[in-house]
């Protein structure tokens, strides 16, 4: 059997865009006050503007963080965990409630479709007090597969 190779295929945006809209697991990187990373597994999308998009909390440390320093990268990775999988830097727009209740129903949109209730919805958002933490996308590497070096390939 003849090993995987690892693969690295350098995109345009319009191509990065086609392969991010279907891939919702991400991790999300933030820089902590200190200057170190702090990672979170979050769930993203990518809305009509060509922005990733994560719902969260504003007490959670992604979020205060984005708010600190705008700096961001997300690894969004494929459902099968050795499919490929791509890093994105960025800037990160951190909306809280009200602002953030329009983007939070696009998130849903580009994830999960159309919402049963979307007032239900918007009321759940309101009374969570959720945030939402837009990317707006500055660089990125290229699509990635794991395995082997080239040199390796028979």
């Not at 990317?135 to 290229?142: E, L, Q, S």
Request: proline share 8%; glycine share 8%.
């Amino acid at each position: 059997m003849a090993p995987n190779i690892a693969t690295a295929r350098r995109v345009d945006r319009p191509e990065l865009l086609d392969f991010l809209r279907p891939r919702h697991h991400g991790l999300l990187s933030t820089v902590r006050a200190d200057g170190r990373p702090q990672l979170s597994p979050v769930t993203c999308g990518v809305d009509a503007d060509g922005r990733i998009v994560v719902s969260t909390y504003p007490e959670r440390a992604k979020t205060r963080n984005a708010k600190r320093d705008e700096r961001v990268s997300v690894c969004v990775l494929s459902d099968d965990w050795n499919g490929p999988w791509v890093q994105v830097d960025g800037r990160a727009e951190v909306l809280d409630m009200p602002e953030a209740l329009d983007g939070l129903v696009e998130y849903y949109r580009c994830i999960a479709g159309e919402h049963p209730d979307w007032e239900e919805y918007r009321e759940a958002m309101r009374r969570q007090d959720k945030s939402l933490i837009r990317v707006h996308i500055d660089r990125w590497g290229p699509i990635a597969t794991g395995g082997f070096p080239a040199r390796l390939a028979p």
